[in-house]
């Protein structure tokens, strides 16, 4: 197996994480949508003994929505770490024949020429 086919499956698998992510995303947001429809028909104020309870319940789920986005961006950054690793010896080098430049054409250029 070559490099760029290496590289080419690596970009691969990382693009397959990438929609497993955003179909857990989607997944919890249903999830999310729901709960709170059921709050909102369900818990009312006379539903809490205290007020401090009435308090505490929503921050404990407050609490655990952060968790999951902080494990999913922990996941977002170790998925960009590597990415940063196949792609950056390929700019490194300058070779623009055995890296992945080819495949995405000649790229973009930012800078104002007519000015």
Request: hydrophobic letters at 40%; aromatic letters at 6%.
């Amino acid at each position: 197996m070559s490099r760029e086919q290496a590289y080419l499956q690596i970009l691969d698998a990382a693009s397959k994480v990438q929609w497993n992510v955003a179909m857990i995303l989607e997944a919890k947001a249903l999830e999310a949508e729901k709960v709170r429809n059921w709050i909102l028909n369900h818990v009312q104020h006379h539903s809490f003994d205290e007020d401090e309870k009435q308090l505490s319940e929503p921050l404990d789920i407050h609490e655990q929505i952060v968790e999951v986005l902080e494990a999913l961006t922990k996941l977002q950054n170790g998925l960009c770490r590597n990415l940063k690793t196949v792609l950056t010896p390929a700019e490194e080098e300058g070779d623009k024949e055995g890296g992945l430049d080819g495949l995405f054409g000649d790229g973009f250029d930012l800078g104002d020429k007519d000015k």
